[in-house]
Nanobody, 129 residues
């Protein structure tokens, strides 16, 4: 069974930084579009940033552009989300997901993957002073 495991969340002050990691087991991340999603209490899940399986193209939600950077390390079978200049409204549980069939990286961020086994369990990010 495939597995995605997020790590790197925590409590950080406004303006601070965190780097989230999404590590894969039993499948090769390089063959999949990868997305970072978040869900805050009482809100719907939203796509934050996604990276293409083919050419490494990326997509960012408008509110995180210029502050978040997604990258992948295929040798480590891991995708990262570097989050800088964090704001209280970034507080949420962050999930990664993988899909090899969705057509575009933007679609990955808009819709995620319908395959329940290709979501991680989430990591909490709290931005507060």
């Amino acid at each position: 069974q495939v597995q995605l495991v997020e790590s790197g969340g925590g409590l950080v002050q406004p303006g601070g930084s965190l780097r989230l990691s999404c590590a894969a087991s039993r499948f090769t991340l390089a063959w999949y579009h990868i997305g970072w999603f978040r869900q805050a209490p009482g809100k719907e899940r939203e796509g934050v940033s996604c990276i293409s399986k083919s050419d490494g193209s990326t997509y960012y939600k408008d509110s995180v552009k210029g502050r978040f950077t997604i990258s992948r390390d295929n040798a480590e079978n891991t995708v990262y989300l570097q989050m800088d200049s964090l704001k209280p409204e970034d507080t949420a549980v962050y999930y990664c997901a993988a899909d090899d069939a969705i057509t575009t990286v933007k679609a990955m961020c808009l819709y995620g993957t319908p395959r329940p086994g290709y979501w991680g369990q989430g990591t909490q990010v709290t931005v507060s002073s």
